[in-house]
């Protein structure tokens, strides 16, 4: 844009503010007020329409940024609500704790049982046994022979090493030699003292179980000069009844033996306890109200940035407020496809259990916030209606498969899930389509493509405000340089009206000379 195209009327205002001047020296111009205020009224005319529009834009960007965080974080909820993790409505409580506890995962199903530990799991031990073949040191020369151990898992004779023991090797050396091969044969050695300068060799799997033990030979392995005799304490698996089912496990821990629960055991008993697997909703109502809290804060940066606010009765202002995402049609269209999608009927293996309303959750008409039904309801007319958490507790309750197939939960092991029906499969789609764009996450998202946009926008004005910023400059120099001459002529001018002025006064000096 030239600065020539400013309107004839400005550049009218602009000569008559300059007349207005007051000039105190009397003596040319006042050019740099002149080209202040030059200065001062093409900025006003040309640069603050742009600026404004900049700071419009600014705020724009700023709350689609936020709309795009909100939107992830919401996303991100569902996920994880989505997950059958977030769903473990069975708990299991144990009669004796400090033998064993119980752990719970999301398929288990109400249930009781008699439970007594028998035995625990423990690991295979066999320590040098006879004091006469005890060494005075464990670094220093043995009177061991040179010869070999032969280390074998006894459960799978393929897992085996040979240790060489050279004559004289110290203990130390022995166990280093012998942990070298722990990885493949599952056996780890130390060296013990019995605090009278007697020091031996220990042997020990790293597994609890009767299949991780292990057997002992070699040629310096027996109750002869320069060999070792071992102590054996042999390897046990953990023992359990469960209502008369005898039970085992390698290690102390019995998982799946009922599904979806894990027994962790730490103590044998003398008599049966029992183990409870019991109905509770109240994790997965936290995981709800989690994703219910992540969607009202969604709806309330909408409603934020979407707000009109028209003047106050008392203003002067005939214009309102509106906020930057007024008017805009993705937020728009958001305020209308949100609700839509978590309020969908959907089809479930309950015709009592179709929507969220049916489970007691609703939405407030004066927010837009997911709720728990209040029994008053959302007016006075409303009477007494159902409470909206009794509600779901007793549909999770009685029928927990037909809530999770209403909310369209994902059958995993992971912590997030991406749901494919139900009220989150609804929710999901809206919210990828729009921070993603399509299904194979090419191409541009709506939110993306917008900001975009306003990117461009604000490059185009700031381009058009550096010619225009140039521009300015070039017609302030111009003007000074002109005021600059103009003040130069008058000063010639001046000089000259003195001059002739002079010549006036001399002529009349001599002429009332000549009179006389």
């Not at 936020?66 to 909820?77: D, I, M, V």
């Amino acid at each position: 844009m030239s600065i020539s195209s400013t309107s004839s009327s400005s550049m009218a205002n602009l000569l008559q503010q300059l007349n207005t001047l007051s000039n105190p020296s009397g003596t040319g111009l006042p050019v740099s007020q002149y080209a202040q205020d030059l200065q001062q009224i093409l900025t006003q005319e040309l640069e603050t329409p742009s600026n404004n529009e900049l700071s419009q834009l600014s705020s724009q960007q700023t709350a689609l940024t936020g709309l795009q965080t909100a939107l992830q974080t919401f996303e991100q909820a569902t996920e994880t609500l989505s997950s059958l993790q977030s769903w473990s409505t069975v708990t299991g409580t144990s009669s004796d704790p400090g033998s064993f506890t119980v752990t719970v995962q999301p398929g288990a199903q109400p249930a009781m049982y008699s439970l007594q530990v028998t035995s625990l799991a423990s690991s295979q031990t066999s320590i040098q046994n006879l004091s006469s073949q005890f060494q005075t040191s464990a670094d220093g020369s043995s009177n061991l022979s040179s010869g070999t151990i032969i280390l074998t898992n006894t459960a799978d004779s393929n897992k085996t090493a040979t240790i060489n023991v050279s004559a004289g090797e110290s203990l130390n050396d022995i166990a280093a030699a012998v942990n070298q091969q722990t990885a493949n044969t599952g056996v780890q050695a130390s060296v013990l003292t019995n605090g009278q300068n007697q020091y031996f060799l220990s042997l020990s799997s790293v597994n609890t179980g009767t299949a991780n033990g292990f057997t002992i030979s070699g040629s310096i392995i027996g109750s002869g000069t320069g060999q070792i005799q071992f102590a054996t304490t042999n390897a046990t698996d953990a023992s359990i009844t469960l209502d008369g089912q005898t039970m085992t496990s390698s290690t102390n821990t019995f998982q799946n033996y009922i599904p979806n629960v894990t027994i962790q055991v730490s103590q044998t008993m003398a008599s049966a306890g029992t183990l409870t697997l019991s109905t509770d909703t109240s994790g997965a109502e936290k995981a709800v109200q989690t994703w219910m809290t992540a969607y009202n804060t969604l709806i309330d940066t909408i409603n934020k940035d979407t707000a009109y606010t028209p003047p106050s009765s008392g203003s002067s202002s005939t214009q309102g407020t509106a906020g930057p995402l007024f008017g805009d049609p993705l937020a728009m269209d958001l305020l209308r496809q949100l609700p839509a999608a978590v309020s969908a009927s959907i089809t479930t293996s309950s015709s009592a259990i179709n929507s969220l309303a049916s489970i007691g959750i609703v939405i407030d008409p004066s927010n837009g916030h997911l709720e728990f039904q209040s029994t008053s309801g959302f007016s006075s007319a409303a009477g007494t209606l159902p409470d909206g958490q009794g509600m779901f507790e007793s549909a999770l309750s009685s029928n927990p498969s037909a809530v999770q197939q209403l909310f369209g939960i994902v059958s995993t092991t992971a912590t997030t899930a991406i749901p494919q029906s139900g009220v989150l499969g609804n929710v999901y789609n809206l919210m990828n389509n729009l921070l993603i764009g399509n299904t194979s996450g090419t191409g541009t998202s709506p939110i993306e493509g917008e900001l975009n946009a306003i990117s461009a926008q604000q490059s185009s004005i700031q381009n058009y405000l550096s010619l225009v910023q140039q521009q300015i400059t070039n017609q302030v120099t111009n003007y000074t340089n002109q005021l600059n001459q103009l003040n130069s002529v008058m000063e010639q001018a001046q000089a000259q009206m003195k001059q002739i002025s002079a010549m006036f006064g001399s002529s009349a000096s001599s002429s009332s000379g000549g009179i006389l």
